[in-house]
């Protein structure tokens, strides 16, 4: 009898037979490098998540989570993947507090459902695009950018409480309703991207806004990235309070351009900024930004009101990419957006522009890479040894590169994680109390290796 076989039999008497998928394309679905689970649980309560891990961690079962999946290959391959958990069941809004402006949802609804529940009473929760299919435990879970953080803040600044199950321990809650509720460490933090690794994020519980009465986003062709980044750290530290700031490289410019069907698409560095607010204060933004622009050397392009969704997935760097592309996630001070930018310039392959987006306020810059996916040793050698250059350039910057997405053959060969922190030993003790067998993500995240062992 196969594993397929003899775990289903213990799955379906925890969710029932409509919880436990095991057929040939469910298990494909939810393949990680090459590694397929034996079983898929579906489970439709927080205690069916719950149950399923008791049971996993009773039998030593290791276990992936899974939201929508948009970030589930960021990690090293699993040293063992019996079970995946769905939470695709999870996703009903469990209340709407419309006076006090809280939401409520299980972690598998999506910031589409959400904004669907919150636009009726003019509100909206800010952690990402309204039409984004991202789940809100899977946002919580990567620690996804928010894309208007200088308004709204980051998922720690809107997260208010949550609700967890884990290995050993069952469902816990932390956190509330309220901003100061927490006399002591607050344990959302820890949980707010960890990656699936420390327990099963069930149900938040977020702030929110309400809906500004008018957006506008104005582009900027600059010459360099460091004079876009210049102009951007102007824009943040000045009195005009933009809502993001995203420096685009020029091919990525160009696809942005096409994505609003823009007029006259160009491949130019190019600074977007967004604004929130009312009509005549955004007016006098555009205006003040145009002149800072201009100042700075700029050419500042038409306003627009409005980013679609396609729009919208170049400029936070969520387009779905192709199996072929290497997808590194870079971190820096945002003051070194422009530096860190124009060193990966030198860092493109062979004659190739550059394809690069910069979150200037959150420091992040996610830089993609088109590449063989049948390579050769020289190719291989090659590429690993660009990555390590980067990280190399990184560490002297007090900057780090995550490989968020590869081809299997470059993956085997570049670590996704690059060089030790030193926070790893830090992580390994909270593992080991949380998830005392390690049964969450095993072997995927540097600090569940086993052999950390006690902080001295």
């Known amino acids: 009898m196969n594993k397929s076989a003899v775990l289903a039999s213990p799955a379906e008497s ?34 069916g998540v719950a149950e399923v891990l008791k049971w996993a961690h009773k039998d030593g079962l290791g276990v992936v989570v899974w939201g929508s999946g948009s970030r589930i290959g960021l990690g090293a391959r699993p040293s063992r993947y019996d079970i995946a958990i769905s939470l695709s069941r999870l996703n009903r809004i469990m209340e709407h507090d419309v006076e006090n402006l809280t939401l409520t949802a299980q972690a598998g609804v999506t910031l589409l459902e959400a904004a669907r529940t919150t636009v009726a009473h003019n509100q909206m ?3 990402g695009w309204p039409w984004s299919r991202r789940t809100v435990g899977g ?34 809650g932390f956190g509330g309703k309220v901003l100061k509720n927490v006399a002591g460490y607050d344990m959302t933090k820890l949980v707010i991207g960890s990656l699936g690794s420390l327990g099963v994020i069930v149900e938040a519980t977020f702030k929110l806004f309400a809906i500004p009465h008018r957006e506008t986003y104005l582009a900027a062709a600059l010459a360099s990235p460091i004079l876009a980044a210049s102009l951007a750290t102007r824009l943040a530290n000045g009195p005009l309070r933009p809502a993001c700031l995203f420096l685009l490289s020029p091919l990525a410019a160009e696809r942005m ?38 100042q700075a050397g700029g050419d500042p392009r038409p306003a627009c009101d409005t980013i679609g969704e396609a729009g919208g997935r170049c400029l936070t760097a ?15 001070a945002p003051g070194d957006v422009g530096d860190t930018l124009a060193y990966l310039e030198t860092e493109s392959p062979g004659d190739e522009p550059i394809d690069a987006v910069a979150d200037h ?18 190719q291989l050698t090659e590429t690993a040894g660009r990555i390590e250059r980067i990280r190399a350039w990184l560490d002297e910057h007090a900057g780090f590169a995550v ?23 830090a992580m390994g003790l909270i593992k080991s109390r949380l998830d005392p067998k390690g049964i969450l993500a095993p072997g995927r995240f540097p600090e569940m290796n086993g052999h950390l062992g006690p902080l001295s």
């Open 125 to 127: 929760l800010a952690a």
């Open 318 to 332: 969520e387009e779905e990419s192709p199996p072929s592309v290497l997808r590194l996630r870079v971190g820096v």
């Open 139 to 172: 946002l919580i879970s990567a620690n996804r950018p928010v894309p208007k953080r200088l308004l709204y803040g980051s998922v720690r600044d809107q997260l208010l409480g949550i609700r967890i199950a884990l290995a050993e321990k069952g469902l816990v």
């Open 361 to 378: 306020p959150g420091g992040a810059i996610t830089l993609l890479f088109s590449l063989p996916e049948h390579p050769g040793e020289s």
């Open 14 to 47: 925890l969710l029932g037979a409509d919880g436990v998928h095991t057929s040939q394309a469910a298990l494909a679905q939810h393949a990680l490098d090459g590694l397929s689970p034996s079983v898929v649980a579906v489970p439709d309560t927080s205690e």
């Open 257 to 294: 351009a096409k994505a609003q069907k823009l007029a006259g698409a160009a491949r130019e560095w190019t600074l977007v900024a967004g604004f929130d607010g009312r009509s005549e204060a955004i007016r006098r933004q555009i205006a003040d930004a145009r002149a800072l622009i201009t």
């Open 403 to 425: 490989l968020e997405q590869a081809p299997a053959p470059y993956k085997s060969r570049i670590s996704p994680w690059g060089r030790s922190s030193g926070a790893e030993r």
